[in-house]
């Protein structure tokens, strides 16, 4: 088992660690590095059960359903639970105190939309409440959700998305799984990717097994809008470029070969598992462009280009180039989209940037959140809410059961406060992914793959809702964890036992 064990991260090793000193040549170094060990088994078992988690969200139709997403939330805390007997150092209790903040404002909101005889339920209660007894009346007693009850039914999801972010760091604070999880996200992409190929090569008009009657046009693999699908695939590619970057083997220490010798170096050393590592990426590139996304495309290639540049960075500076790079960034994406997205294009030149309805929608948000700011209409209202706010400027055509914007969204069915709060939360995860991107030498690429996808998913969440579909964020959010946990070294993070009597 110990040796199953020391082969598969060696492998791991040479994937994904070639960058600056992270190459590990013997068995000895897999069992300790630095003041690091080998995973125990309880780790290799939360990594394996973070790991399917990770591959399988995005399987059965995004994980909608709710019986899918109480099997995760299950799964999610027998991870949990495997993980509260493993070291926890100082850095990790102030990761722990950040995220109970956020849970308990999140259950104070949820509890006080679902009561009904708090102080707060009986002063911020819905008018609708008011209005429905006098029309029956009856003294009803309401609540501040509008829809009875339905915060319960809506919670699942981002109890969800909660635990696999936690169970993410946790997890990933060993190198080894960090990995692992990584390897585990690119390589359940790839089989999603080229399902999604050759699904929509063959069976355009099936979704798996279901018969698709929108966005037929539109590659969605497994997903039901091609908004969260490109999302999702964008941030494969990020991380698939990373890792072929990876193994090119440069050393930032090293002064830059010239371009004729670079150049030959790169044919040199070309090999199958390269050859691989560049279909994939092309693969990955090519599943995005075909989702059709505007907005999806162009964020995830702009991400992408935001990745490769910090991830050259030095050799950029070294050969003077890193003022050039962003000139050729843009030039490059424009070309992809040009060839690789003819839907994209057609859309840009029917529809321009953003779908007709949709700034009207964003006003109409912002009504819904000035009447319900303190604790929002109720966790998952929106669509019960919204056609009394509807603007008449919109389409009387089309269902708005989404904001398309998730900060909006989370404003009015939690309240500004907690809206804010979840933002400053996000803000601060992205600046911690930010100190481990430019500042740690190995490892590098686990950092700055969950920065640049943490980016994407925030960025493109405030033109659309990938973070509100499961099968996105339950994938995304143990990569990001993961980011967090590496981007500190943990050769200088004291460890404590929680448990340790001594």
């Known amino acids: 088992m110990e040796a199953r064990v020391g082969s598969k991260g060696l492998r791991l090793m040479s994937l994904l660690g070639r960058d600056q000193q992270s190459l590990i040549k013997s068995r000895a170094d897999v069992r300790t590095i630095g003041d690091e060990e080998k995973p125990s088994y309880p780790a290799m078992l939360a990594a394996s059960g973070l790991c399917t988690l990770i ?74 409440w008011g209005q429905t007894s006098a029309v029956l009346g009856e003294q009803l007693s309401g609540s501040i959700s509008v ?4 915060p319960f ?23 080894h799984t960090a990995r692992l999880l990584l390897v585990s996200f690119l390589g359940s992409t790839l089989a999603y990717a080229i399902y999604g190929l050759i699904a929509h090569s063959f ?46 083997g440069d050393r930032p220490s090293e002064p830059p070969l ?11 050393t070309f090999s199958p598992l390269r050859t691989l590592g560049l279909l994939a990426c092309f693969a990955m590139l090519s599943t995005t462009m075909l989702t059709g996304s505007r907005a999806g495309s162009v964020l995830a290639l702009l991400c992408l280009a935001g990745a490769l540049g910090t991830y050259f960075r ?25 060839i690789l ?43 019960w809410v919204f056609p009394e706010y509807r603007s008449g400027d919109i389409a009387s055509y089309g269902v708005w059961d989404q904001a398309h914007n ?39 690429i686990l950092p700055t793959a969950a920065f640049w996808i943490g980016l994407l998913a925030i960025l493109h969440s405030q033109v659309d809702f990938p973070l509100q579909v499961p099968g996105f964020a339950l994938a995304i959010c143990p990569i990001l964890g993961m980011g967090m946990a590496q981007s500190f070294s943990s050769r200088a993070n004291a460890l404590t036992h929680p448990f340790n009597r001594s």
């Open 203 to 248: 069976w355009p008009d099936y979704l798996l097994w279901h018969r698709k009657y929108n966005y037929l046009g539109s590659l969605t693999a497994t997903f039901i809008n091609p908004n969260v699908a490109a999302c999702y695939f964008g941030a494969a590619t990020i991380g698939w470029v990373l890792v072929f970057a990876a193994m090119g």
């Open 258 to 268: 010239p371009w004729r010798e670079w150049v030959r170096s790169r044919l040199h």
């Open 153 to 175: 039914f809506s919670a699942g999801s981002q109890i969800a998305c909660l635990l696999s972010m936690l169970c993410g760091y946790l997890v990933g604070r060993n190198r």
């Open 406 to 444: 998730s900060t909006l969204e989370a404003a009015a069915e939690m309240g500004i406060p907690f809206a804010l709060f979840l933002g400053i939360g996000w803000l601060v995860s992205l600046v911690v992914l930010v100190r481990g991107m430019l500042g740690r030498n190995r490892d590098a």
């Open 147 to 150: 829809a009875l009850n339905q």
């Open 55 to 128: 591959a399988l969200a995005p399987l059965p139709f995004a994980s909608m359903d709710m019986r899918i997403i109480a099997v995760w939330v299950l799964l999610l805390s027998g991870v949990l639970l495997l993980t509260v007997p493993q070291e926890i150092g100082s850095r990790d209790l102030a990761f722990l105190c950040g995220f109970a903040a956020i849970s308990l404002s999140w259950v104070f909101v949820v509890s006080e939309q679902l009561s009904e005889t708090s102080l707060l339920s009986r002063r911020l209660a819905a008018p609708i």
């Open 341 to 383: 997205a003819p839907m994209v294009n057609r859309r840009f030149g029917v529809q321009g940037f953003f779908d007709s309805g949709r700034w009207q929608a964003y006003a109409s948000t912002m009504e819904i959140i000035r009447d319900f700011p303190w604790l929002g209409s109720g966790l998952g209202t929106f669509r």
């Open 314 to 338: 030095r050799g950029l500076q070294k050969r003077g180039l890193l003022w050039i790079f962003p000139i050729a960034a843009m030039l490059l994406i424009v070309g992809v989209i040009s």
